[in-house]
C-alpha cells in the first residue's frame, strides 16, 4: 500500500490529525517520512490506530496499548492483560446492570416518593459507596507518587 498523509489518515481513521501527532509523539505510529511539511504514514498505519481504538474501546490506557507493540512495531498482546481487562469489563457490566434495574424501578415505583422506595435507597447507597471509594483510591493515588 501507499504511504498516506496524515490528512489522508485522518479521513480514513475517523480522528483528528492532532490526534495522530500525540500518537507519534507517545510512540504508538511512526510516521516515515514527509511530503513537503505534511507527515507521511505507512498505510499499515490504519489496522494499528483500529488496534488503538479497540485498546481504548476497551477501556486500556494509552501506555497499556503501547505496551502491545513489539520494538519492531509487530503486535505482541499479554494475554492474562486481555483476560484482566475482561474481568474489569465483568464487574463493569454488572454494575450498571444493576443501575440500569434500579433506575428502571425507580421509575415506576409506586411509593410517595423516591426517598421512600428502599430500592431507590440501595441504588442511592450504592452510588454513594462508590464515589466514595473512588476518591479514597484517587487520594491513596495521589500520596503514593
Same mark, same amino acid.
Given at each position: ?6 490528512? %489522508? ?14 500518537? %507519534? ?5 511512526? !510516521?516515515?517520512?514527509? #511530503? ?10 490504519? %489496522? ?31 494475554? #492474562? ?6 474481568? %474489569? ?7 450498571? !446492570? ?26 442511592? *447507597? ?15 493515588? *495521589?500520596?503514593?507518587?
Amino acid at each position: 500500500m501507499r504511504d498516506l498523509d496524515i490528512g %489522508e489518515v485522518a479521513i480514513r481513521a475517523g480522528i483528528p490529525a492532532s490526534t495522530l501527532r500525540f500518537y %507519534e509523539e507517545k510512540g504508538l505510529v511512526t !510516521s516515515v517520512g514527509r #511530503r513537503g511539511l505534511r507527515r507521511l504514514f505507512d498505510g499499515d498505519v490504519l %489496522e494499528r490506530l483500529a488496534l488503538i481504538a479497540l485498546g481504548r474501546s476497551a477501556g486500556f490506557s494509552l501506555d497499556e496499548i503501547a505496551s502491545m507493540f513489539a520494538p519492531d512495531g509487530r503486535v505482541h498482546i499479554d494475554r #492474562r492483560m486481555l483476560t484482566s481487562k475482561a474481568d %474489569e469489563l465483568d464487574l463493569t457490566i454488572r454494575k450498571l !446492570s444493576a443501575m440500569r434495574e434500579g433506575l428502571r424501578h425507580a421509575a415506576v415505583c409506586r411509593a410517595p416518593s423516591h426517598m421512600e422506595c428502599p430500592t431507590f435507597r440501595r441504588l442511592l *447507597k450504592v452510588a454513594a459507596d462508590s464515589t466514595a471509594g473512588a476518591r479514597k483510591r484517587k487520594s491513596v493515588l *495521589k500520596s503514593a507518587s
